[in-house]
């Protein structure tokens, strides 16, 4: 998650929709006051590589008050600190910025199918071998966590809260949007390839899931095949 104050942008970083390769892009042009989160540890050394900034000033100082609501969400985190962390949601990074640097910047983030995004988590979930079947890992409720850290991320109250939602499926050409319309970057940026070679089947989900899945994944994702059109 990136909170430039250089060119007013909030990033929200989902999971699963090349979040990381953006972040890292970014984080290219972020100023000395801007806010940058933590990735792990092999996406930081990446970071380092590539001599971009790393993580700064995710020690938060709270701006705004806490309702009750976010201080029991905080709570049942294990949060007892003020901080800005990867994959925050909308909510929190909300309640620390305050509602005028919230309302004033240009706050983004990116989707993806559901269908799709699923299979990607499957495999970054179960990245050893022997991996559960596919349909036992759908099944088993393992695709909570993708919905929080997507629609989660990027809704307050289950409506959208960030002013655009990219399509994954058009990354570059959304990103370039942003970047050169809203954002004003004076360069295009260049994505690493970040968290890379976890999925190796790339056939179509269609060819993947079975009925059951998509039945269980269009349940879910709702909000999402609603909002965004997605089609299985």
């Given at each position: ?50 001599g971009t900034r ?164 269009a349940q879910l ?12």
């Amino acid at each position: 998650m990136i909170i430039s104050h250089k060119y007013k942008f909030i990033f929200l970083k989902t999971t699963k929709t090349a979040g990381t390769s953006i972040e890292l892009a970014l984080s290219r042009f972020c100023g000395e006051d801007d806010i940058i989160t933590a990735v792990s540890p092999p996406d930081e050394e990446l970071r380092r590589q590539l001599g971009t900034r790393g993580p700064q000033l995710h020690q938060a100082v709270p701006l705004a008050k806490y309702s009750v609501r976010d201080w029991k969400t905080l709570l049942l985190r294990g949060r007892r600190r003020f901080v800005y962390y990867n994959h925050m949601p909308a909510r929190e990074v909300k309640a620390l910025i305050g509602t005028k640097i919230w309302d004033e910047y240009y706050k983004f983030c990116f989707e993806r199918n559901p269908w799709d995004r699923a299979i990607s988590w499957y495999y970054w979930r179960c990245s050893t071998e022997p991996r559960p079947p596919i349909s036992q890992f759908i099944a088993s409720g393992a695709l909570r966590t993708l919905k929080n850290k997507g629609f989660g991320v990027y809704a307050i109250d289950g409506k959208i809260a960030v002013d655009r939602v990219c399509r994954f499926e058009n990354l570059e050409s959304e990103l370039s949007s942003v970047c050169n319309t809203r954002l004003q970057i004076p360069e295009k940026l260049a994505l690493p390839k970040a968290k890379a070679g976890y999925r190796r089947d790339r056939r179509h989900y269609r060819d993947v899931l079975t009925e059951a899945d998509r039945d269980r994944i269009a349940q879910l994702f709702a909000d999402e095949i609603e909002l965004f059109g997605y089609r299985y």
